[in-house]
């Protein structure tokens, strides 16, 4: 059974830095791509950023690229998501997901078959 399980979210200030994690459980994910989407009320899904190791490549949403960085701890199955200058348009439940390479398109999610729960991050501005 494969599980994503995110960690690290909480409120912050508009201009603060938060990072969320995401462990997965279940297969080894060196081979696949991991990522990020995120909803906001009242909003539909919205990618964020996917990052695949072999060959290493990372790929960012118009609205988050250059504030956030996705990396992953070497030899372990545990993505990250840096997120810095905080917006209040940041706002949203963020979901890891992970799913086989190669991907035609990182920012689907028909890409990804597997999803974490969601963990709430809140910007205040």
């Known amino acids: 059974q494969v599980q994503l399980a995110e960690s690290g979210g909480g409120l912050v200030q508009a201009g603060d830095s938060l990072r969320v994690s995401c462990a997965a459980s279940?297969?080894?994910?060196?081979?696949?791509?991991m990522g990020w989407f995120r909803q906001a009320p009242g909003k539909e899904r919205e990618f964020v950023a996917a990052?695949?190791?072999?060959?290493?490549?990372?790929y960012y949403a118009d609205s988050v690229k250059g504030r956030f960085t996705i990396s992953r701890d070497n030899g372990e199955n545990t993505v990250y998501l840096q997120m810095n200058s905080l917006k209040g348009e940041d706002t949203a439940v963020y979901y890891c997901?992970?799913?086989?390479?190669?991907?035609?398109?990182?920012?689907?999610?028909?890409?990804?078959?597997?999803w974490g729960l969601g963990t709430q991050v809140t910007v205040s501005s």
């Open positions: 997901v992970a799913g086989r390479t190669p991907f035609r398109n990182p920012s689907l999610e028909r890409e990804y078959e597997w």
């Open positions: 279940g297969r080894y994910f060196s081979n696949f791509g």
């Open positions: 990052a695949i190791w072999s060959p290493i490549a990372t």
